[in-house]
C-alpha cells in the first residue's frame, strides 16, 4: 500500500530553495522601488517573478502571449519541469507549430505570486526576518498576480499583448487582464473558467485547506521554519480536488470498479480498487513539488475571485467598451467550472458590446480537459489566434 | 474561528461506553451459538445489535417495518438522540400518523454492524482481548448488515416483514434484503440507492478514509485503547462528504458567497465565506457523535456494495421471481446517487418481472433530500405502503 513518505528536513530545505531560487527558469525582481500594490491593503517589496519564455519577440513587439497557469501549475508551460522531469504542462498547446505557435508568437509564462515555483510566495525568504514567510505573507487575489504580470510586462518592454491565455485558475487571470489593462490584452482566451467562485467549489476548497491545517506538521504555518511538512494533510487536500477535475463519467470509464492486481475484495483498507490507487498516487506525487502554504493562498485567490462584486455587481462593468476580442471555451462534463459560468461570461461581453465567440466542447473528461488531448480545443485555439493575428497584423503561419 | 476541540480520553471512554452499552435502546446479544457469518471468510461471535422498535407489533406479525439507516445514521430514526439530544434523523417520516405510521406499523429501527451505537462495531470490546476491536474487526458487507438484521428479525420471532426502507446506504440495505430473502419483504422502499457505488463515490470515500488514517491521533486504528481519537481526520473526511450531500443549487441558495458576519474578506484564512462556517460546523459536530473506525468500515461496505457482481454481473438475477413490491425514489439534484442509478434499479425489477414504481423527485436539495421536509417523498411512501397494506391485508389508517 502506497504511503506519503516520512517527514524530512531535505524536503522542506528543497521547497525553501526552489521558492528563492528556481531552477531553468528567468527571475525578474523588482526592488523597493516598484513595490507591489495587494488588494488586501498592504505593498510587497520587495518581490519577484519567476518564468518561462518560449519563441523570439517581434521587431514590434506585437507577438507576445501570456499564458496563465492554474492553481496547480507553473512557469513551465511547453518545457521539461525541473523537479518532475515531466513535459510541460500544455505542451499539447504550446510549442513549434503548435495552436499557441512559438515559431510565431513570442510566449511567456510567469509563476504566479503566492506560488513556490519561484515567484515570491508563502515559502520565499521574507526579506524582514531571513526566514520563509509562511502565514506573514499578505493574501493574494487574481488581481494582484495580474498586477504583479503586469510589471513583469514592463520590465518586459512589452506595451500590448498579442493574447493572453490560460485555464481554470489561468483563465480568471485572463479575465481579470481584459478587465483590469483592456488596452494591454489584444485577445483574451479564458477556458473552463468563470468570473466568480461558486460555494460548492468554495467550499471543496476549504476542505482542502482544513486537511493541510488539521496535519500536526503544518504547525501553524510555521513547517518550513521547523523543517517539517504537512505533506499528509497536502495529498488529502490534492486527492479531494483531483476527484472535482475529472467527471463520473471519465472515472467510470477509466477505473469504473476494477479492482487493483486482483480479481477479488480483500476485505481490507488496502488500496483494493484502481480508482484507490490512483487517488494516492495523485496525492504522494504532488506533495513532492508542491508547497502546502502556496495551496492555502492560491484557493483563497480562487474563492475571492468575483470580478461583478469589484463591479458594483454588474459583470458586463467589468468589459465596458472593451477592444479587446474574446473566446471562451467550455466542456460538457466539466462540473466545476460548467458551461454555464462561460455562458455568463460570455452574456457580459455580449452587454458590454465586446467582440466574443464561445465554443463547448463535448467531452467527457472533466474540467481537466484544458489540460488534455482535445483536439476541437486546438482547432478552436489555432483558429482564433489566427483569426486575431490577421486583425492585429502579424504576418502569417510560416513567415514570421 | 471554530476549531476541532483538543483530544481528550473522555471522549474516546465515552466512544467505547456507547459502543458496548447503547443509552436509550434495546439490545440483541448473539452467543456463540449464533455466529454471524461475515462475507470476508470469518465468523463474528459473539455479536449484539442496538435496536430501536416504535409502535406495536400486530397479533398476525404482519405489521413490521424495517427502517435501514444510512452511513451516519443510527436507530434513533423516530425519537430524541441520546447524544446530541436532536429529535430523529427521520421523524418527518416516521412516527404516529406520519407516512411510516407508527400507529399502524411496528418499526424496527437496528444500528449496522460496523456501526458506533451499540451493534458490533470497531469501537466495540473484542471479547477475546477485553479491549475495541480497532482494525482487528473484520470488514463488513452491506450483506454482512443484512445477515445480521435477519437474525435480530428471528431474535424477535417475525418471519416477515411488511416493508424495508432507507436511503442511501439504507437503500442499499433493502435492495440487499429483497436479493437475499425475497420471502420475507413484502415491500421495500430504495430511496436515493443505488446497487453498486460508482468510482467516483468510491474516490471520495477513500479521501475521507485517508483524512482519517493521516491523522497522528488515528494510530493504525489503535486510538481508542490508547485513549486518543482522530477528530480532525475525522472531521475533513465528514466535511467533504457533506459536499456531495448537497447540491451546487443548494448551497448557492443557502450560501452563494455570502461573507460571514461581515461585508468585506478578512485577506485570512479564517472561515470568511457562511459556507465554510457551515462546513467546519458540520465537521466539528460530527466527530463528537461518531467513531472514525466506524467511518472507515461504514464507507467500505457502501464501497464494496455491486449485486450485480454478486450475481454473475446480471443485475436482474438479484431479483429474478421476487415476490416483493417495489417502489424506487430518486431525486433530480441528487448526483451522489443520481437518478441514472435508480433508473437502472427499475430496469433490472423490469426485468425481473418485478412489481415496481418508480419516483423521480424534483428538488435543488441533493442527496440530502430523502432527509429533509419533501412534501412529494412523504405522499409517495404513505401512497406505496397503504396500497401495499390493503394487498398484505393489513387494516387501513384508522382502524389498527
Avoid at 519564455?53 to 507553473?74: E, F, K
Avoid at 500544455?90 to 505570486?113: A, H, M, Q
Avoid at 468570473?195 to 486537511?211: L, M
Wanted: contains cysteine; glycine residues 8%; negative net charge.
Amino acid at each position: 500500500m502506497e504511503r506519503v513518505p516520512p517527514l524530512q528536513s531535505e524536503a522542506a530545505r528543497a521547497i525553501v530553495r526552489d521558492a528563492d531560487h528556481p531552477r531553468d527558469s528567468e527571475v525578474a525582481v523588482f526592488g523597493p522601488d516598484k513595490p507591489l500594490t495587494l488588494d488586501a491593503g498592504v505593498s510587497l517589496s520587495p518581490f519577484q517573478i519567476a518564468y518561462k519564455t518560449y519563441g523570439t519577440l517581434n521587431a514590434a513587439r506585437s507577438n507576445a502571449v501570456l499564458v496563465c497557469h492554474a492553481l496547480t501549475g507553473d512557469q513551465h508551460v511547453a518545457s521539461q519541469h525541473p523537479v518532475t522531469r515531466k513535459q510541460g504542462w500544455w505542451e499539447s498547446l504550446v510549442g513549434p507549430g503548435k495552436p499557441i505557435d512559438t515559431d510565431r508568437y513570442f510566449v511567456i509564462c510567469p509563476n504566479v505570486i503566492g506560488g513556490c515555483m519561484g515567484s515570491t510566495g508563502p515559502a520565499s525568504t521574507d526579506p524582514k526576518t531571513g526566514k520563509p514567510w509562511g502565514l506573514d505573507l499578505p493574501v493574494i487575489t487574481i488581481r494582484d498576480m495580474v498586477r504583479a504580470q503586469a510589471m513583469l510586462l514592463d520590465h518586459l518592454g512589452i506595451d500590448s499583448l498579442f493574447a493572453a491565455a490560460g485555464g481554470s485558475m489561468g483563465g480568471m487571470q485572463v479575465l481579470q487582464w481584459a478587465a483590469s489593462f483592456p488596452q494591454r490584452v489584444f485577445a483574451a482566451l479564458p477556458i473552463a473558467a468563470a468570473t466568480r467562485h461558486s460555494a460548492q467549489n468554495i467550499a471543496f476548497h476549504e476542505v482542502g485547506r482544513q486537511a493541510i491545517m488539521a496535519d500536526p506538521e503544518w504547525r501553524g504555518g510555521r513547517y518550513l521554519v521547523d523543517e517539517a511538512n504537512p505533506r499528509r494533510g497536502l495529498a488529502v487536500a490534492r486527492m479531494g480536488a483531483h476527484i472535482t477535475y475529472l467527471s463520473d463519467a471519465a472515472l467510470h470509464r477509466k477505473f469504473g470498479r476494477k479492482f487493483q492486481d486482483r480479481d477479488n475484495p480483500t476485505f481490507s483498507f488496502d488500496a483494493d480498487f484502481e480508482v484507490e490507487s490512483y487517488l494516492r498516487h495523485q496525492g504522494i506525487s504532488f506533495v513532492e513539488r508542491f508547497d502546502a502554504n502556496s495551496y492555502l493562498y492560491l484557493t483563497r485567490a480562487m474563492d475571492y475571485f468575483d470580478l461583478a462584486a469589484d463591479h458594483n455587481g454588474v459583470l458586463s462593468n467589468a468589459f465596458k467598451g472593451t477592444p479587446t476580442r474574446f473566446c471562451v471555451v467550455s466542456f460538457t462534463s466539466d462540473w466545476l467550472f460548467p458551461t454555464s459560468d462561460s455562458r455568463a461570461i460570455v452574456h457580459a461581453l455580449n452587454a458590454a458590446g465586446a467582440r466574443v465567440s464561445f465554443a463547448e466542447i463535448e467531452t467527457d473528461k472533466g474540467h481537466d480537459a484544458f489540460l488534455l488531448d482535445e483536439p476541437e480545443l486546438f482547432a478552436i485555439v489555432r483558429g482564433f489566434l489566427e483569426g486575431a493575428g490577421k486583425a492585429r497584423g502579424l504576418p502569417p503561419a510560416g513567415k514570421a
